[in-house]
């Protein structure tokens, strides 16, 4: 190599790595925080221009931030690295209200998507995206300016949103798979210009995560807008006929179904068909802001700092004091009603009655003599001469004999019962006569 060769080799070297070096100082020193971002010049601003009303989908691809990130060790598995990544509208932590964000798996690519508004027109949008990698927790971030041009066909008057069962919303937002389905729809519904307005996956509508069996999928909802009136198979859903199916959770019959199934399971009971040049506008009225500044009321006059203790005595007195003494009262009078007046003293012995006779009447239940069953009884045996003893012990208990009584003993008993049972009757000032018969009994 000629010396001027390499001289020009060495200018052009030191000048990239003096860009790199600058960028990276720049980005560091604007963070402050302690990791390490690279910022390349390949990974500029990147500017795009979506339209108005119409969808807008951004893959960041995990390929694109690769090749900031050390090498992997093993040859061959360079897309092994987890990579994920954050995207924030730059100045704020979170995306502004129109765009979404999803990433299955720190292997798959992220998805940027949503549908600009007309109040969005003409304002550009940076959105920082800052892509983490898993294994050595280096950073790469580059800026993504989003300017949103206005368009004449926003927005488009007829909008129909379909429901797909058979898809997740990454899956839906590939190129290949929403052109074959914006194909589809095409074909029945014959408009001159046709558009996906957005795409919103059935989660975030309150669905929920479907069982990790039979592959099944959460589900997406598709927003689309023509030109024209909606086809006479698009209406075959407000039929009587099949509204009747959809209340009772039958599948509705579309003659246009069979260009949607071969790819696209959609719930016909859950299309919606607007026509926004019928709807009626709704304006609230909000109220003017004012300045922030509070009216001025006066000069504020705190509360003096002498302020006399209040005492609690009297409080105490009226709910626990007041209720004591008049429990005490009420105890004092009737102790002296159960134990110093002639009524209650009689109550007291009539009561003392009452409980001897009833300890007496159960002892002499108890005690009470009883034919002893032929069970019982020695028996004497003719042949041999021999008496063989009872079958139960002498020691046999009373309560678990038999209930057979001889006629005098129940005789006896039943005088016994029934003094106990006059003395019961007797009145209560005629205590002589009842100590009188319980004592003759």
Same mark, same amino acid.
Request: proline residues 8%; hydrophobic residues 35%.
């Given at each position: 190599?000629?010396?001027?060769?390499?001289?020009?080799?060495?200018?052009?070297?030191?000048?990239?790595?003096?860009?790199?070096?600058?960028?990276?100082?720049?980005?560091?020193?604007?963070?402050?925080?302690?990791?390490?971002?690279?910022?390349?010049?390949?990974?500029?601003?990147?500017?795009?221009?979506?339209?108005?009303?119409?969808?807008?989908?951004?893959?960041?691809?995990?390929?694109?931030?690769?090749?900031?990130?050390?090498?992997?060790?093993?040859?061959?598995?360079?897309?092994?690295?987890?990579?994920?990544?954050?995207?924030?509208?730059?100045?704020?932590?979170?995306?502004?209200?129109?765009?979404?964000?999803?990433?299955?798996?720190?292997?798959?690519?992220?998805?940027?998507?949503?549908?600009?508004?007309?109040?969005?027109?003409?304002?550009?949008?940076?959105?920082?995206?800052?892509?983490?990698?898993?294994?050595?927790?280096?950073?790469?971030?580059?800026?993504?300016?989003?300017?949103?041009?206005?368009?004449?066909?926003?927005?488009?008057?007829?909008?129909?949103?379909?429901?797909?069962?058979?898809?997740?919303?990454?899956?839906?937002?590939?190129?290949?798979?929403?052109?074959?389905?914006?194909?589809?729809?095409?074909?029945?519904?014959?408009?001159?210009?046709?558009?996906?307005?957005?795409?919103?996956?059935?989660?975030?509508?309150?669905?929920?995560?479907?069982?990790?069996?039979?592959?099944?999928?959460?589900?997406?909802?598709?927003?689309?807008?023509?030109?024209?009136?909606?086809?006479?198979?698009?209406?075959?859903?407000?039929?009587?006929?099949?509204?009747?199916?959809?209340?009772?959770?039958?599948?509705?019959?579309?003659?246009?179904?069979?260009?949607?199934?071969?790819?696209?399971?959609?719930?016909?009971?859950?299309?919606?068909?607007?026509?926004?040049?019928?709807?009626?506008? /709704? *304006?609230? &009225?909000?109220?003017?802001?004012? %300045?922030?500044? $509070?009216?001025?009321?006066?000069?504020?006059?705190?509360? =003096?700092?002498?302020?006399?203790?209040?005492?609690?005595?009297?409080?105490?007195?009226?709910?626990?004091?007041?209720?004591?003494?008049?429990?005490?009262?009420?105890?004092?009078?009737?102790?002296?009603?159960?134990?110093?007046?002639?009524?209650?003293?009689?109550?007291? /012995? *009539?009561? &003392?009655?009452?409980?001897?006779? %009833?300890?007496? $009447?159960?002892?002499?239940?108890?005690?009470?003599?009883? =034919?002893?069953?032929?069970?019982?009884?020695?028996?004497?045996?003719?042949?041999?001469?021999?008496?063989?003893?009872?079958?139960?012990?002498?020691?046999?208990?009373?309560?678990?004999?038999?209930?057979?009584?001889?006629?005098?003993?129940?005789?006896?008993?039943?005088?016994?019962?029934?003094?106990?049972?006059?003395?019961?009757?007797?009145?209560?000032?005629?205590?002589?006569?009842?100590?009188?018969?319980?004592?003759?009994?």
């Amino acid at each position: 190599m000629d010396s001027v060769g390499v001289l020009l080799w060495l200018i052009l070297g030191h000048s990239q790595v003096q860009a790199l070096g600058d960028s990276t100082q720049r980005s560091a020193t604007h963070r402050g925080a302690p990791v390490v971002t690279i910022v390349s010049r390949s990974h500029a601003d990147r500017n795009v221009y979506p339209s108005a009303g119409v969808l807008f989908v951004h893959v960041l691809e995990r390929e694109y931030f690769k090749g900031e990130f050390p090498p992997y060790p093993k040859p061959g598995d360079t897309s092994n690295d987890p990579i994920t990544f954050n995207t924030n509208l730059k100045g704020y932590p979170d995306r502004p209200g129109w765009l979404r964000y999803i990433q299955r798996t720190p292997h798959s690519d992220g998805v940027l998507y949503g549908s600009p508004t007309a109040e969005h027109v003409g304002k550009p949008t940076i959105i920082e995206i800052t892509a983490y990698n898993r294994r050595t927790f280096e950073t790469a971030r580059h800026n993504l300016v989003i300017n949103i041009m206005g368009t004449e066909e926003f927005p488009l008057p007829y909008q129909a949103e379909f429901y797909i069962k058979n898809m997740n919303v990454e899956e839906m937002l590939a190129s290949e798979v929403l052109g074959d389905f914006l194909g589809a729809v095409k074909n029945v519904w014959q408009p001159e210009r046709l558009n996906a307005i957005n795409i919103t996956s059935a989660l975030d509508r309150g669905g929920r995560v479907p069982l990790p069996i039979n592959n099944l999928k959460e589900g997406v909802y598709v927003m689309v807008g023509a030109d024209v009136q909606f086809s006479s198979c698009l209406r075959e859903v407000e039929t009587p006929q099949n509204q009747l199916r959809c209340s009772q959770e039958m599948e509705p019959v579309i003659s246009c179904d069979k260009k949607f199934r071969a790819q696209f399971h959609i719930d016909w009971c859950k299309i919606s068909l607007v026509d926004i040049t019928k709807v009626v506008p /709704v *304006h609230n &009225s909000r109220p003017d802001p004012g %300045t922030g500044v $509070l009216p001025d009321i006066g000069e504020y006059n705190p509360p =003096s700092e002498s302020l006399k203790s209040r005492d609690y005595f009297t409080d105490f007195l009226v709910t626990l004091a007041v209720p004591s003494a008049v429990a005490l009262v009420l105890f004092v009078i009737l102790g002296y009603s159960m134990c110093c007046r002639r009524e209650g003293v009689i109550q007291l /012995v *009539h009561h &003392s009655s009452i409980q001897k006779s %009833t300890k007496e $009447l159960r002892s002499m239940s108890k005690n009470r003599e009883i =034919s002893w069953p032929l069970s019982t009884l020695p028996v004497f045996n003719p042949v041999s001469g021999e008496v063989v003893p009872p079958i139960h012990p002498d020691n046999y208990e009373t309560t678990s004999m038999p209930l057979m009584q001889t006629q005098t003993s129940w005789d006896r008993d039943n005088k016994r019962l029934g003094k106990l049972r006059n003395a019961q009757k007797t009145p209560v000032w005629n205590i002589p006569q009842v100590n009188r018969l319980i004592g003759n009994r």
